[in-house]
């Protein structure tokens, strides 16, 4: 890999960054990408039946449903044959009898170990293998949620939940930010129905970039052509996400549940169904069949999107595409082991990943 190929990577990794104060449309996804396997299994439909310890990065809501006993939750995945490696991890602890409760999440995704060969050809035309180093391009969020039920009664729950939302992202030596958002949400529960509504970036979530380069690094980016960033601000405009549910019970040992959650994004026209400007709408559908509360099977289907035709050499016509994916969980006393099977791209892509997560409840025991 030349210097040159090198410079232009770091452009490609610093360019979404290094315009000054303006908001991006695809600002900060690694906070799209998803949380728990049982959530990435049903197609990220999780707004409003979400009750986990997962619920401070779907609805924060949710959290309520965490009861009795902390929980723990865990989860990787990688992408892209290993390139890209995701890791989501949160604590959830109820407070006063079951209506309140507090979490803490972590998110990381990162691309390790890409090689910096900036300064691989020397200024005599030599190349020196011996300067090749490595860096990695890792994002980082840290999630502090609250939950409180505000209505409780025989036939209805009702629930609002916050989320203070702090962001590091790091590009090697190179550039660093960190920003600073809050999330906010509401679940209704009833007999078998569920509802609920979240707004992420609320006040606008906003990235500070610092750059850093020596007098070297700053030579090799000149001489290629490229500009040199000294700081910026990146702004991500709010998201609102409506979700339905429906639990069919279809006897004392199997329910089957339904969900559908809607995107809504202001940023401009974007590649979905609904897709205009300033609002566009992206659905997500999905699936779980549980088999006496312990046996789960799921299925979910998002990211609708318009593209061209592979069959069409002329590149002309356009069919829709989708990202479908399958998954399963077990649950053994206070243990759940959940798994998903998700395609990154549509379904005819071969763009797999499997995702393995683990769900624990701390329950004490009971002393003898």
């Known amino acids: 890999m030349s210097s040159k190929l090198t410079a232009f990577l770091l452009v490609i990794l610093l360019f979404p960054i290094a315009s000054f104060s303006q908001f991006r449309k695809y600002s900060n996804e690694f906070l799209n990408i998803g949380a728990g396997a049982r959530g990435l299994a049903m197609g990220g ?3 409003s039946s979400v009750q986990d310890g997962t619920a401070g990065y779907w609805n924060p809501a949710g959290l309520v449903g965490v009861k009795d006993h902390p929980e723990v939750n865990l989860m990787h995945a990688e992408y892209f044959a290993g390139i890209g490696k995701y890791d989501f991890g949160s604590v959830a602890i109820p407070i006063q009898d079951n209506k309140r409760t507090i979490g803490l999440s972590l998110l990381r995704f990162a691309v390790d170990d890409i090689p910096n060969t900036l300064f691989l050809v020397q200024p005599d035309g030599s190349v020196d293998y011996g300067s090749i180093t490595s860096f990695s391009s890792a994002d980082y969020a840290m999630l502090l949620s609250f939950a409180q039920k505000v209505v409780e009664t025989d036939d209805k729950v009702v629930s609002f939940g916050v989320n203070a939302k702090i962001i590091h992202r790091k590009v090697g030596q190179f550039a660093s930010a960190w920003g600073f958002g809050i999330d906010a949400g509401v679940q209704i529960h009833g007999t078998n129905w569920h ?3 979240v707004a992420k970036d609320l006040t606008t979530t906003f990235n500070a970039w610092a750059f850093k380069f020596t007098e070297k690094e700053k030579e090799v980016l000149y001489l290629t052509k490229n500009d040199i960033p000294v700081r910026s601000t990146e702004l991500t405009a709010p998201r609102l996400t409506l ?3 429906y639990n069919f019970v279809i006897s004392s040992s199997f329910s089957l549940l339904t969900e559908a959650n809607f995107d809504f994004t202001f940023d401009g026209k974007r590649n979905t169904i609904i897709s205009s400007n300033p609002i566009s709408i992206d ?7 549980s088999i006496k509360n312990v046996f789960f099977i799921r299925a ?4 609708f999107q318009k593209a061209l035709s592979d069959g069409d050499t002329l590149n002309q016509k356009k069919v829709w595409i989708y990202q479908p994916s399958l998954g399963a969980g077990f649950k053994i006393k206070n243990v759940t082991l959940d798994y998903a099977y998700s395609n990154l791209a549509n379904q005819s892509n071969p763009l797999y990943t499997h995702i393995f997560s683990l769900k ?3 329950v004490k025991r009971e002393k003898e």
Do not use: R
């Open 300 to 303: 979910g289907v998002t990211n």
């Open 45 to 47: 439909a999780q707004v």
């Open 195 to 197: 509802v609920g509504l």
């Open 360 to 362: 624990l409840n701390l």
């Open 243 to 245: 979700g339905g549910g």
């Open 283 to 289: 659905p997500h559908l999905g699936l779980e069949a």
